[in-house]
């Protein structure tokens, strides 16, 4: 019986899949295009890292997440963006190289605007870093930063790209008329000025805030909007933001879990019923923050005519055969 088995085979069928949507690989030299495995390469090398980076983070070398942040999360990136791809036929890097670059970029400063934010309401605070601020210190803390819109993208289009999601396509339409739209992004600002006046109780707000300043003027000015689309009552982008922003804090608070350099939170009345260190009510902040993640990258891409370039097509919008 055994001698009937064709080893090879049964191993290939697991790692080779045949998917003409994906384009062959070619390696010089060599005329005959690559069978394509389970994942392009990029998805393998991002498997890589993370096994690489993870235990080192957690190992009591004094590295800790200070080393390992970005080569983690990095690999985190290229791992999603391969499976996307894998799922569709496309992906971020696929699409535009030029706007995955613009999202590590803009990252650091979207992420330091809330580092400022927190000099305020002091949710959060980092164990077992170095307390000293230096060139090298800030080019490493920046470089941790730049991962937060890539990740939060990519996962959103993987959340995108499986079926459930056109359940939301057509759901109650939120009508607003430019009027309404324009005092919303009012209230954006005066929520941002309120919540540096009253910290203490009026933090949450930190992860609402920008997406209603950002999101009107997005609206306003034609660029791609959230707004435009619950007005057709079209809520898959609030879902896959949504989901994928939490799926996001999820890594993010497990892999900073036993690092030995961390963060962890004082979140006032929230603070209870902690999953990893993060209490079970912040979870709920990370849903926002994928939407005003969203508004403001578009809202600068906009600004560079990019905006077409930066789309994130959900399941309806391709041909998506995977399930």
């Known amino acids: 019986m055994l001698n009937n088995i064709d080893v090879k085979a049964s191993l290939q069928g697991l790692v080779i899949i045949s ?16 069978k394509r495995y389970l994942l392009p390469y990029r998805g393998l090398l991002g498997l890589i890292l993370i096994c690489v980076a ?12 200070q080393y390992t942040f970005f ?5 985190f990136i290229l791992a999603v963006d391969g499976l996307v791809l894998r799922r569709t036929g496309t992906s971020l890097i696929v699409r535009s190289p030029k706007i995955m670059a613009m999202m590590f970029i803009l990252a650091v400063p979207y992420w330091w605007m809330f580092e400022a934010i927190n000099q305020v309401i ?43 999601i ?39 707000i930190t992860w609402l805030s920008l997406f209603f300043i950002f999101d009107p003027i997005n609206y306003l000015t034609g660029r791609p909007s959230i707004t435009a689309n619950v007005r057709h009552g079209d809520w898959r982008l609030v879902v896959a933001f949504a989901l994928g922003a939490l799926i996001c804090g999820f890594f993010w608070e497990m892999w900073n879990y036993q690092a030995t350099i961390s963060w ?9 019923a902690r999953i990893f260190h993060m209490p079970l009510l912040g979870y709920g902040g990370y849903l926002p923050f994928g939407l005003e993640t969203y508004a403001m990258f578009h809202f600068v891409v906009g600004l560079l005519g990019w905006s077409r370039d930066a789309n994130i097509p959900v399941r309806g919008d391709l041909d998506i055969s995977a399930d």
């Open 264 to 272: 962890q939170y004082n979140i006032g009345f929230f603070d209870f």
């Open 19 to 34: 998917d003409d949507r994906l384009p062959v690989r070619r390696i010089p030299l060599r005329g005959k295009p690559v």
């Open 54 to 65: 993870w235990p080192f983070s957690w190992a009591e070398s004094g590295a800790g997440l």
């Open 71 to 75: 080569p983690l999360w990095l690999g």
């Open 166 to 204: 056109n359940r939301f396509a057509r759901m109650p339409a939120l009508v607003l008329n430019r009027q309404q739209v324009a005092i919303i992004g009012i209230l954006g600002v005066l929520s941002l000025a309120a919540l540096l006046t009253w910290p203490k109780y009026l933090f949450p």
């Open 122 to 164: 002091q949710n959060w605070v980092y164990i077992g870093s170095n307390p000293e601020t230096n060139l090298f210190s800030l080019i490493q803390t920046s470089l941790a930063f730049s991962v937060v819109i890539p990740a939060v993208f990519e996962v959103s289009e993987l959340v995108g790209s499986f079926n459930f």
